[in-house]
């Protein structure tokens, strides 16, 4: 699959669950634990595979002004994982909890509107179809592979990223598979 098709696909995927969160009443606390344990897991993939392979392969491009776009893109990407790591920890019920997510959902919207919008077009001009459809082949690929987790203090560029983010994948899928325990480890419910 075309590279932009696959990350735009992921956006409309993201785009769904915030809706269902603004959906929700006060009262909804497992639905909206439930939704936001999608979020930090369909999010956490989604920016590890931008920074693992799309924002590097742009900046092998040689385009300098869509370069200049994917080092904003980190800095939107790190103040989003930071926020959805205190999600991870924090109980729905909290008076705190319902502001961080909208907050969330407003700068992850500005985000995407800025990638489709601006960095996409910069895109489509540097790179064949056919280098795009590779590269989206390999995105898919590396989903698999992907850190599960949000991980604001980790690298974010390559070589590291790669190197610290396959062990770092390991772990986050035996916390998400054991995530009803670590939620009571972490008195998050
Ligand atoms: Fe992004
Ligand atoms: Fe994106």
Same mark, same amino acid.
């Given at each position: ?30 639905? +909206? ?150 939620? +009571? ?5």
């Amino acid at each position: 699959m075309n590279a932009l098709t696959l990350l735009k696909q992921d956006h409309g995927n993201v785009e769904a669950l915030f809706k269902r969160y603004e959906a929700t009443g006060p009262d909804d606390a497992d639905e +909206k634990r439930r939704i936001v344990d999608l979020i930090i897991e369909q999010l956490s993939v989604h920016a590890a595979i931008e920074e693992q392979l799309f924002y590097p392969a742009i900046r092998e491009s040689g385009r300098e002004d869509a370069a200049k776009l994917t080092l904003e893109g980190l800095e939107e990407h790190h103040v989003a994982k930071a926020t959805l790591a205190e999600l991870e920890k924090l109980a729905p019920a909290h008076e705190r909890f319902d502001a961080k997510v909208t907050v969330l959902i407003e700068s992850v919207r500005h985000h995407v509107e800025e990638e489709e919008r601006d960095l996409f077009p910069l895109v489509r001009e540097a790179m064949s179809g056919k280098d795009l459809d590779e590269l989206g082949e390999t995105m898919e690929k590396a989903k698999a592979t992907a850190p599960t987790r949000p991980h604001p203090m980790m690298p974010d560029t390559p070589p590291w990223n790669l190197i610290v983010g396959a062990p770092a994948a390991m772990v986050d899928r035996v916390i998400t598979t054991a995530r009803d325990v670590v939620g +009571k480890a972490l008195n998050r419910t």
